[in-house]
């Protein structure tokens, strides 16, 4: 029999574990840094350097960081569904946890594209991890490979595709304050089950079954609530 399609939809929240910051609890990195200066289309304009030098010392962040129980927790459910990880997340921890589909809303910290042809997307090794406005791969100039704010999201096509197929939906460590990442809800069909693990959730539609707690905590409920053992 076909397995059944658990759809995730994951933020910052997912990683906080992992020792990631989140944007906007307490001490998040929108209080630490003007969003509008290092994370916008019209700040990378003005400051390109700035913009690196932003995304260089998370790079450097999520080296140090290895995916936490949440993230292991969502693999090991891939032995009774299709799982289909959606993140807003620009780390690379559900890939290294083993997650087979992981679509990335935000882009991806790890790599850098061409400015000259943004089709050529790059990965960035280990070792040389820092990009200024004059590193050239290959030829081109290259910046982070981020959706910035005020740009479009490419991926949200197929996720709204991926939110309209879920059998069971389940929203993990997000404010739900960005848009277009934030109405993934509504795409979902009437009927399916929905949860939202966040340990502060956000106000969400009545019928989401609200699991208050962090992701590792959340994620290993979830299963056990999935597999009818509570
Ligand atoms: P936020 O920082 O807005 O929200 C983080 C959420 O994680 C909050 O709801 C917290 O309550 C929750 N949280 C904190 N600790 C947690 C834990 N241990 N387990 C589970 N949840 C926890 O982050 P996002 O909603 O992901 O975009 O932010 C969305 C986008 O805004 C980001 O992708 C980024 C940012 O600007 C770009 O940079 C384009």
């Known amino acids: 029999m076909a397995k059944k399609k658990l759809v995730i939809s994951s933020g910052a929240g997912m990683s906080a574990e992992s020792g990631i910051s989140t944007f906007r609890d307490a001490g998040g990195l929108w209080e630490q840094y003007p969003v509008m200066e290092v994370a916008s289309a019209d700040g990378f304009r003005r400051n390109p350097a700035l913009v690196h030098k932003f995304y260089n010392e998370r790079r450097h962040d999520l080296l140090k960081a290895q995916p936490n129980a949440g993230h292991l927790g969502l693999v090991d459910l891939e032995k009774d569904y299709d799982v289909y990880v959606i993140t807003q997340n620009v780390d690379d921890l559900h890939e290294r946890a ?30 040389a991890l820092d990009t200024t406005p004059d590193t050239i791969i290959d030829g081109d100039h290259v910046r982070p490979h981020i959706v910035f704010f005020q740009e479009a999201v490419p991926n949200m096509e197929p996720a709204v595709e991926l939110a309209h197929e879920a059998d069971v939906f389940v929203v993990i460590g997000t404010s739900l304050n960005v848009y277009p990442a934030a109405s993934l809800l509504h795409y979902v069909r009437p009927g399916v089950p929905v949860y939202y693990i966040d340990p502060n959730p956000a106000p969400v539609p009545a019928g989401v079954h609200v699991l208050k707690m962090g992701a590792s905590e959340g994620v290993a409920k979830l299963a056990r609530i999935l597999r009818g053992q509570e």
């Open 98 to 127: 083993g997650s087979k589909h992981v679509l990335h809303l935000h882009g991806e910290l790890m790599k850098v594209r061409s400015m000259e042809h943004p089709e050529r997307v790059y990965q960035l090794h280990p070792e």
